[in-house]
Structures are given as structure tokens and as C-alpha cells.
């Protein structure tokens, strides 16, 4: 059973990024796993309309960070100590997919491995592997 339910991380996100916490849905929150779902607009876009990569990135570390919830709970001062993408092809299309899936977590850190996609594409635009310092358990 989850920690965190995609009801509450919505909740989180439009509290936590006032006016933009909408932009990510989380459609998925599963022991280990998310999924978070973006409607891009103009400020997602580069020339081509392909999805720009900071965009990409972005959905990655909420990704994973999500992911981790599912397992922690609420714990905002988990927080990114590295990601790492690789762009495979071009991401171009209106709703962006990121699945973030937990590879290791301890008890300092976390390991996520996250794909992004077009909704509905078979094959993934990005990859990245996230790392995130969890809080100390005092």
C-alpha cells in the first residue's frame, strides 16, 4: 500500500507551486512507482514544438520524487543530490508521460529510474536516473 496517494501528491503539488502545481497531474502512485502526466503549453516549447529538455528534466525529478513518497510519505527535505537524462529522440506532442520507478532506497539515499514520453508512444523521448538524499531519521 502506498504512503502518499496521487490525491494527496496533487494536493501537495498545487500547494506547493502556486498557480503552476496544476500543470503536473499524478495519475499513478503505486509501492515504488509514479506517474505523472503534463498538458504542455507554449512555455514547455521549443522552435518544432518539441518539448524543451528542461521541461523533460522537470518531469523527472517530480517523477521521482514522487516515486519516493510512495514509500516515505510526505517528506519535503527529500531533496535532488543528482540527475542524470539521456534525450533519445524527439519529444514532440501535447501531453508529456513520466514514469519514475524506485531502483534502490536506503536509508541517505534513493535511486529512481525515470522514462518520458509522448502519451502514447511506445518508445521513450528521455531517460534519466535521479538521486535523492532522504531526510535523517534522528
Request: charged residues 20%; contains cysteine; aromatic residues 6%.
Amino acid at each position: 500500500m502506498t504512503k502518499f496517494t496521487a490525491d494527496e501528491a496533487n494536493a501537495f503539488l498545487a500547494s506547493a507551486f502556486p498557480g503552476r502545481g496544476h500543470q503536473n497531474r499524478v495519475l499513478i502512485m503505486e509501492p515504488g512507482r509514479a506517474v505523472i502526466r503534463l498538458e504542455a503549453d507554449e512555455t514547455h516549447l521549443r522552435p518544432g514544438n518539441y518539448i524543451s529538455g528542461p521541461t523533460q528534466m522537470s518531469l523527472a525529478d517530480t517523477a521521482a520524487y514522487m516515486a519516493i513518497m510512495t514509500m516515505t510519505g510526505l517528506e519535503p527535505m527529500t531533496v535532488t543530490s543528482n540527475l542524470n537524462i539521456n534525450f533519445l529522440r524527439p519529444c514532440i506532442g501535447n501531453v508529456v508521460i513520466a514514469e519514475g520507478v524506485i531502483l534502490k532506497i536506503g536509508q541517505a539515499l534513493a535511486v529512481i529510474e525515470v522514462d518520458i514520453r509522448i502519451e502514447g508512444a511506445e518508445k521513450p523521448a528521455s531517460h534519466a536516473i535521479v538521486t535523492y538524499a532522504l531526510p535523517r531519521k534522528d
